[in-house]
């Protein structure tokens, strides 16, 4: 078990390095300029669902992703950077380097980063199999 953490340790460091000149160049017009899946496997003992971790890069300047809701739930932390997290309804939240939130099954909300500096995330996502990551929600 303590070897299986430090690789994933490993590896988010390692990717965070790797991949920065490239996700400079994405193309997509908004949400997050890179999306790093470390795994998605089978959840132990309940096999319509599976467990996901990913890193993002959010770059600076760039619309943030829509307002959308996951078909499961989601734990994000800041591990670089501040990331402006909105629940639909409710007041924005900044979260900085070491702050995570927890977001229920349905919750309609949005990532940014409003600040000026490349901000990453981890996410670990618990969703049921076979259907898509994120749901979009139409804007009022």
């Known amino acids: 078990m303590r070897k299986s953490v430090m690789m994933i340790a490993i590896t988010i460091v390692a990717a965070s390095i790797a991949t920065a000149a490239s996700a400079q160049t994405s193309a997509a017009p908004s949400g997050p300029a890179f999306s790093k899946r ?29 307002f959308h809701t996951h078909n499961g739930d989601q734990w994000e932390a800041v591990i670089e950077g501040e990331i402006t997290y909105t629940v639909k309804g409710q007041p924005p939240r900044v979260l900085k380097v070491g702050d995570s939130v927890y977001i229920p099954r349905g919750t309609i909300h949005r990532n940014e980063n409003r600040s000026d500096a490349p901000a990453r995330t981890v996410e670990l996502l618990i969703m049921d199999k076979d259907k898509p990551q994120n749901n979009p929600v139409p804007t009022d």
């Open 38 to 66: 470390f795994f998605t496997t089978a959840l132990e003992k309940d096999p319509s669902r599976v467990v996901q971790m990913q890193m993002q890069l959010h770059l600076p300047n760039r619309p943030g992703n829509g």
